[in-house]
């Protein structure tokens, strides 16, 4: 069982810089894979970027890799999600989610979910 809050949203200029962070509750955490995904008005939900339990392996979206960098604190029961070089197209509500085994992208196989929190990029 695990509880997600996502926050760090807000806006940014375009090529500026914002952290995400995950806060997860629940003993599963630092079993969990952990990903981000983000959803823009009228658009499907997309992967943004996935961790495996221990931090070591990690999978980007083409259209994120090289800016996005996510991570995860297992002490403190915290993912992030670093952004940099932002683009107006990265405006979305991003969500945290997890769940048991395999690192996937398809966020279907997610069960547990945060509420999201909005990231507006303006140029």
């Known amino acids: 069982q695990v509880q997600l809050v996502e926050s760090g949203g807000g806006l940014v200029q375009s090529g500026g810089s914002r952290r995400l962070s995950c806060a997860a509750s629940g003993h599963t955490f630092s079993s969990s894979t952990m990903g981000w995904f983000r959803q823009a008005p009228g658009k499907e939900r997309e992967f943004v970027a996935a961790?495996?339990?221990?931090?070591?392996?990690?999978y980007y979206a083409d259209s994120v890799k090289g800016r996005f960098t996510i991570s995860r604190d297992n002490a403190k029961n915290t993912l992030f999600l670093q952004m940099n070089s932002l683009k107006p197209e990265d405006t979305a509500v991003y969500y945290c989610a997890a769940k048991s085994g395999m690192l996937v992208q398809d966020h279907r196989a997610y069960g547990y979910w945060g509420q999201g929190t909005q990231v507006t990029v303006s140029s």
């Open positions: 961790i495996d339990y221990n931090g070591i392996t990690t």
